[in-house]
């Protein structure tokens, strides 16, 4: 009972949730920038770094507050869900952050910025984030919302979601599958954004199978692929360089892969794979709301 009540005070919801979020992010990132400095461009990309770490566990609790409530409903998760709005708000508070550092290096670093950021594919998905991210913010307030149709709204939303919480997922799986030294806030930030997609999956497949049960083989079959998909996402590093060789073989497979985010995918084989397993071991024949019908973001 005192959980529930705590989380009805009005200095822990709405707007007063908002700014208990985003003022420490945006003095700690002030008080950052006062002790690095932006002299160098060396500066500038750890600010960048710096400020984009406060936004990316925000966007992963975001994308997990739905399946929460759904798989573990009680006070804490219709809390978030009852904030999630104000909640997504602070996210686009930090990343406003690394966006102006990024107009920094952008626009004062440019020698730097060509030599050692700018990559055709990583610019198309940041930009093409930004401006989901603008187009989420704009519409979650009436004078933005009154042009779209609720199902517009919805896709807009649910688009635009998973858009954001792909580019961090993508980064620091990479990071854990590639690149050599992962650090420890590597592996947190690449298991938070994985459980909470995880999460979604989960809260699909409940709903899937409240229309019925599937028969045992599908059962067995999907139970199969799903522990397939967990293997592979604690494994990429083992089985990442011959996926992107394979799947990037064909002419226009590598030509995408210049321009086209994300692709060829493979951060998101593991979870494509536990999506595909739901499916099979959910499988009844007679027809669930899927993901993408199903009204809540
Ligand atoms: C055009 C747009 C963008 C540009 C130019 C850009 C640039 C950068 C740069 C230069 C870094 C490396 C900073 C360092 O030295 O550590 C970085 C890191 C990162 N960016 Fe962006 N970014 C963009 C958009 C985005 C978007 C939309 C997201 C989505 C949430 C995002 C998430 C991240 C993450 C998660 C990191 C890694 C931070 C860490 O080291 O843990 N970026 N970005």
Redesign the pocket.
């Known amino acids: 009972m005192a959980v529930r009540e705590l989380l009805k005070n009005k200095a822990l919801n709405g707007w007063a949730l908002f700014f208990l979020i985003s003022v420490p992010i945006s003095l700690a990132t002030i008080i950052e920038m006062a002790q690095v400095g932006l002299a160098t461009p060396?500066d500038v990309?750890?600010?960048?770094?710096?400020s984009?770490?406060f936004?990316?566990p925000i966007?992963f609790l975001v994308v997990g507050i739905s399946a929460l409530q759904r798989l573990f409903p009680g006070p804490i998760p219709s809390w978030l869900l009852r904030n999630r709005k104000y909640i997504g708000l602070s996210?686009a508070i930090a990343?406003a952050w690394?966006?102006a550092?990024?107009f920094l290096?952008?626009n004062f670093n440019r020698e730097y910025?060509f030599d050692?950021?700018?990559y055709l594919r990583?610019?198309?998905?940041?930009?093409?984030?930004?401006i989901?991210?603008t187009a989420m913010v704009l519409t979650s307030f009436q004078f933005g919302r009154k042009w779209l149709r609720p199902r517009q709204w919805n896709v807009l939303h649910k688009t635009a979601l998973y858009?954001?919480?792909a580019?961090?997922f993508s980064?620091?799986w990479w990071?854990l599958s590639y690149y050599p030294n992962p650090?420890p806030?590597?592996h947190v930030?690449y298991w938070f954004g994985f459980t909470a997609f995880a999460l979604r999956i989960a809260a699909w497949g409940m709903r899937r199978a409240e229309a019925g049960s599937a028969p045992i083989n599908f059962k067995i079959g999907g139970g199969a692929i799903i522990a397939i998909g967990l293997l592979a996402s604690a494994t990429g590093r083992d089985w990442q360089a011959a996926t992107t060789a394979f799947l990037a073989t064909p002419a226009w497979s590598a030509n995408m892969e210049l321009w086209l985010p994300y692709w060829p995918l493979e951060p998101f084989l593991s979870l494509l794979m536990i999506g595909f397993g739901t499916l099979v071991m959910t499988h009844t024949g007679s027809h669930a709301p899927d993901v993408v019908e199903q009204g809540a973001t």
């Open positions: 060396q990309s750890h600010m960048i770094g710096y984009v770490r936004a990316v966007i996210f990343m690394q966006g550092f990024i290096m952008s910025y050692e950021i700018f990583d610019e198309l998905e940041g930009s093409t984030g930004y989901f991210l858009f954001l919480w580019y961090p980064v620091y990071a650090q806030i590597d930030f």
